[in-house]
């Protein structure tokens, strides 16, 4: 089934965020209940994992075509979904020895591409939140198809107030959703709902504080996405502030360029892959994986 027979399908709800919230949290509902971009939509439609994350990874070059016209650029899509997928993968390669047991929160889960990896990875139980409605319902919708429904589920909820009850959780991440939170507010919801062990991962675009400020690329970031860029300083005085140890800091920088420069030939720019391009090469901006241990 595709994006479209699933949105088409899918039980219409208006979102509904557990108190506390803000005027900001019900702007960001809107905004990812509103959205459709086909650069989501297309990628997932290659083979049902629907993400809301970047790749990383070299190009195969030999996977794409030598010219023009519709068969090359669906061999383009197939390998930017490749390497939205790779990173998917090795988000949860770095959570550690989970078993079919554990219960898994995806925290921004979007539609649900990364949980479902989750699922068949491990066999585990995995929660997802999102802010949107619209996510939730294509995301369970998918997990209905694949007839994972009673592993793999998505509810509307804001991640900064969870209903999972108080140490309980094996592992925990946010892919690309942190820069919609206060960072000390997100990693305190974290460390109480993961058991003492338990490992939580985020892989997120930051800026870096030896360039001095945000630079005007993230700036740019910032606006066409309604978020809030944190700086790499900001995440790990927060983790440590929150019983979260890192155990792995990794910039994947380089590994996430080369994805960039090939989404910017496509036929799905949304008009922000310069500024993606630009800050990753000036060094104001960095791709950042961190993984974190509650002690």
């Known amino acids: 089934m595709t994006s479209t027979e699933l949105t088409a399908t899918a039980q219409s709800t208006s979102p509904y965020i557990p108190s506390p919230a803000t005027p900001y949290q019900g702007d960001i509902a809107r905004y990812w209940d509103g959205e459709a971009r086909p650069v989501n939509l297309r990628l997932g439609d290659v083979d049902g994992l629907y993400h809301h994350h970047y790749g990383i990874g070299a190009v195969d070059h030999s996977a794409l075509g030598d ?11 197939a390998e930017l979904h490749r390497l939205e997928s790779a990173q998917a993968s090795y988000l949860l390669g770095n959570l550690g020895d989970i078993g079919r047991d554990d219960t898994l929160v995806d925290a921004g889960c979007g539609r649900g591409g990364s949980m479902v990896m989750a699922h068949q990875r491990f066999g585990s139980k995995v929660e997802g939140v999102t802010l949107s409605a619209k996510q939730a319902d294509f995301a369970n919708g998918r997990a209905e198809e694949l007839g ?10 804001n991640m900064l107030d969870t209903p999972f009850e108080t140490g309980q959780i094996s592992g925990s991440w ?7 939170v206060d960072l000390h507010d997100l990693f305190a919801e974290h460390s109480r709902i993961l058991e003492v062990g338990g490992r939580y991962v985020t892989i997120t675009g930051c800026w870096n504080p030896r360039y001095g400020q945000p630079s005007k690329w993230v700036s740019q970031i910032n606006a066409h996405f309604e978020c809030n860029i944190h700086s790499r300083r900001e995440y790990l005085r927060a983790m440590a502030d929150n019983r979260l140890v890192p155990q792995t800091v990794i910039d994947l920088t380089p590994d996430t360029l080369p994805y960039w420069e090939l989404r910017a030939t496509s036929s799905l720019v949304t008009g922000i892959e310069d500024a993606f391009i630009n800050s990753y090469r000036d060094g104001s901006f960095q791709y950042l994986l961190i993984a974190a241990d509650r002690v």
């Open 174 to 180: 946010n892919n690309e959703s942190t820069m919609y």
């Open 67 to 77: 010219g023009a016209g519709d068969a090359n650029e669906q061999k383009l899509i």
């Open 148 to 157: 994972i429904q009673d592993h793999v589920r998505a509810r509307v909820c």
